[in-house]
């Protein structure tokens, strides 16, 4: 039996159970109905009623949870696992190479609050398919975006399951630097699942990684055409760039709720925003068109890490969502 460690608590969270049961239920405590969306089309809507009765899909983002915890808790409280029987968990690979998804070998992922086991059985079904990869342990426990769901989940699980025991289990899935056609190709995969209303999925995604550090100082002027700022440029005011930063991001966050996959491309590349979990969100819409369904992406929250308001600044965009499937 072989279980992936918690590399990440202790640093990104924290290891104490008790110290992390009562920040997550801190978080998730602050977000009460009605919640109005904010989305240019969805923004029209209020929801009286938490979690969202059918809400299987969620975006959430995974930085460390003194910087995004409090955002997450929006899409969680928006979850609907009432009928799970597994979670399939998405992230984006930050650190290894991957052109396409791979899966785990773990039997157990392990975290402060308790341990989540993995669905053995639909990951051998997916890996099958001969177009899965496996990904070592190593590597599984080097990336940080599948991790900072975890506790997450558990807690969510916590709340709607008896015990431990009886949890739905988890399909983590790394999701690579993939090409349009290969999130096609693997929403094609995935969309039975997703239209299986005994599974639940989470997304794992930032938006926006602003500044010089991150190579990335897209800013759009209020009278001109984007430009990208340098060290050198002066502070602009029209907007102010956090202003700008925020502009972008809504450009991708219309482009998700439009549900075309299409739609979300093109945005990022004509914007060049740093959505870490563009693929998995990808895969996910790709998944949804193929259903033909109705189904649209709703934004709850956005925050962002700072505001800022010259080049040598940075900042993480941080964006909550769910679907209804």
């Not at 990904?135 to 599984?140: A, G, L, P, R």
């Not at 956005?302 to 505001?307: D, F, G, H, K, T």
Request: aromatic fraction near 10%; hydrophobic fraction near 35%; charged fraction near 20%.
């Amino acid at each position: 039996m072989s279980t992936r460690e918690a590399s990440h608590a202790g640093s990104w969270y924290s290891s104490s159970k008790s110290q992390l049961s009562s920040q997550l239920d801190g978080w998730l405590s602050k977000v009460d109905p009605p919640v109005k969306p904010i989305g240019q089309v969805s923004s029209q809507e209020s929801l009286s009623t938490l979690p969202v009765p059918g809400a299987r899909v969620i975006i959430a983002p995974h930085a460390g949870y003194s910087y995004s915890g409090p955002a997450a808790a929006w899409a969680y409280r928006s979850w609907d696992v009432s009928k799970a029987k597994r979670i399939f968990l998405l992230g984006p690979s930050h650190h290894f190479y991957l052109s396409k998804c791979a899966l785990s070998k773990c039997d157990k992922y392990a975290t402060p609050l308790g341990n989540l086991t993995v669905d053995k059985e639909t990951t051998k079904e997916l890996y099958d398919t001969g177009k899965f990869q496996w990904m070592s342990q190593s590597v599984d426990e080097d990336e940080h975006s599948l991790e900072m769901h975890l506790p997450y989940i558990y807690k969510m699980l916590s709340r709607s399951f008896p015990a431990e025991s009886s949890f739905p289990k988890l399909v983590p899935i790394m999701v690579g630097n993939t090409s349009a056609a290969t999130e096609k190709q693997f929403g094609e995969l995935l969309a039975p699942y997703l239209q299986d209303p005994s599974n639940a999925f989470v997304i794992s995604s930032d938006f926006a990684h602003w500044g010089l550090r991150f190579r990335y100082t897209y800013y759009h002027p209020s009278s001109a055409a984007p430009v990208e700022l340098s060290a050198r440029s002066k502070p602009p005011r029209d907007p102010p760039i956090h202003e700008s930063i925020k502009e972008v991001d809504f450009r991708c966050i219309d482009a998700c709720e439009t549900g075309s996959h299409k739609a979300w491309l093109d945005t990022l590349a004509d914007t060049g925003n740093t959505v870490c979990g563009r693929h998995p969100i990808g895969v996910v819409m790709a998944a949804m068109e193929v259903l033909d369904s109705q189904a649209r992406f709703k934004f709850v929250r956005y925050e962002r890490s700072s505001e800022c308001t010259k080049a040598e600044d940075s900042s993480v965009s941080y964006a909550s969502a769910f679907a209804v499937i």
